[in-house]
């Protein structure tokens, strides 16, 4: 069965950088979740969209924004990158809402240096 | 303030000790209760969603319960392999976010 993908991987960038990462959820599903888990922390919602459009919106930093394209997949765009935004970042799609679940992608580890 | 609180944060176990992990919660207008298993470095794996007071569900060696108040996680006869963290998260009313629980990191030894 097809999963959330995620890309890249890893990533590794310097201080003051900017860092763009990717999200495809599965098919038909028609929103999607970002989140941020700090080594050894529990997952912080960062924003969520349905439909393209914002319908939640977290502990984002100013410097992340983020959207939803016309074929669902999401774009977590991070500016200024600083030491503390080093993190697993998980994308998760859900299909109209919370009720079934959400799925998770395998993330991507970012890396400020 | 919405808030999930579990414990213990950490649990060690000898192959085939039952036990339980709990998941304590204040989400205002709690719509679902989630169980996530999440092995390191990996995103969290879906196990079980509960809704109402009395809900109880099960996999395999797992079994979780919903009160008003928390919820627990049952695990029965572990093996090693349900060594793993496994997080507890309520979704608010709206069902646009999960709010997430520190985690139970489990380690079963044979």
């Known amino acids: 069965a097809a999963g959330v993908i995620q890309s890249p991987r890893h990533l590794i960038k310097e201080k003051r950088e900017t860092a763009t990462l990717k999200c495809y959820p599965i098919?038909?599903?028609?929103?999607v979740y970002w989140y941020q888990q700090g080594p050894g922390q529990d997952p912080q919602f960062l924003i969520s969209?349905?439909?393209?459009?914002?319908?939640d919106k977290g502990s984002i930093p100013d410097r992340f924004s983020a959207q939803q394209f016309s074929d669902y997949h999401s774009e977590l765009n991070m500016s200024s990158l600083e030491l503390g935004d080093s993190a697993l970042y998980f994308c998760?799609?859900?299909?109209?809402?919370?009720?079934?679940?959400?799925?998770f992608g395998s993330g991507t580890r970012l890396t400020v240096v | 303030e919405d808030q999930v609180t579990q414990s213990p944060e950490a649990l060690r176990l000898q192959e085939g000790e039952s036990s339980s992990l709990n998941c304590s919660y204040t989400?205002?207008?709690?719509?679902?209760l989630f169980w996530y298993r999440q092995d390191p470095g990996k995103g969290p794996e879906f196990l079980f969603t509960?809704?109402?007071a009395g809900e109880e569900k099960e996999k395999e060696r797992l079994k979780a319960t919903l009160t008003k108040k928390e919820s627990f996680l049952h695990i029965t006869a572990p093996k090693p392999e349900d060594s793993a963290t496994y997080l507890c998260?309520?979704?608010?009313?709206?069902?646009?976010?999960?709010?997430f629980g520190k985690g139970t990191t489990l380690s079963v030894s044979s």
């Open positions: 998760a799609s859900s299909l109209s809402g919370v009720d079934y679940g959400y799925t």
């Open positions: 509960l809704y109402s």
């Open positions: 998260a309520g979704a608010n009313q709206a069902g646009t976010a999960l709010i």
């Open positions: 989400v205002s207008g709690l719509r679902g």
């Open positions: 098919p038909r599903h028609d929103t």
């Open positions: 969209f349905y439909e393209k459009m914002q319908s």
